[in-house]
């Protein structure tokens, strides 16, 4: 099964902790106001971990210095057309020197803290992922196993 949606949250490092970007949706796009981690289509000639490095570029302006794999798929139903869709959830680090420039899809955005990312994020799936990308960055939690992408 090839995925078609990829999930991209984006960290950058501040003293022994990480904060998460966060997006809001313009009322233009589906799900307004809602807050988000990057997320898009893939292309057909696209890997799924190519479609969150060009997503991210997209909408952020930022570049990753290092990308993993999170272990966590999110998953939802569409009944439009009564598919199923898995997502694969990636996680992007950036350097504090980056300057975020949000494309139209989006009207805002903040660098939080778990805490507050996981309150703001509309899915449990989503909030779920935060958690996991901060237990392993954080060194809280050293069960989980993150693959990193070579850029």
């Not at 893939?42 to 971990?49: G, L, P, S």
């Not at 999170?70 to 009944?79: L, Q, R, T």
């Not at 439009?80 to 949000?102: G, L, M, N, R, W």
């Amino acid at each position: 099964m090839k995925s078609k949606l990829v999930e991209a949250h984006i960290f950058r490092r501040i003293n022994n902790d990480i904060e998460f970007l966060l997006l809001k949706r313009s009322k233009e796009e589906i799900y307004p106001d809602l807050w988000q981690m990057v997320t898009g289509s893939v292309k057909q000639d696209e890997t799924a971990w190519e479609t969150a490095i060009r997503e991210i570029k997209e909408e952020t302006n930022l570049t990753p210095s290092k990308l993993w794999v999170v272990p966590n798929i999110n998953s939802f139903y569409m009944p439009e057309d009564d598919t199923i869709h898995f997502v694969p959830v990636f996680v992007a680090e950036v350097t504090c020197s980056q300057e975020v420039k949000i494309s139209s899809e989006h009207v805002e955005y903040k660098w939080t803290d778990r805490e507050e990312a996981c309150t703001l994020l509309a899915w449990e799936g989503q909030r779920k992922s935060a958690e996991i990308i901060h237990k392993y960055f954080t060194k809280i939690d050293f069960n989980y196993k993150f693959e990193q992408i070579k850029l």
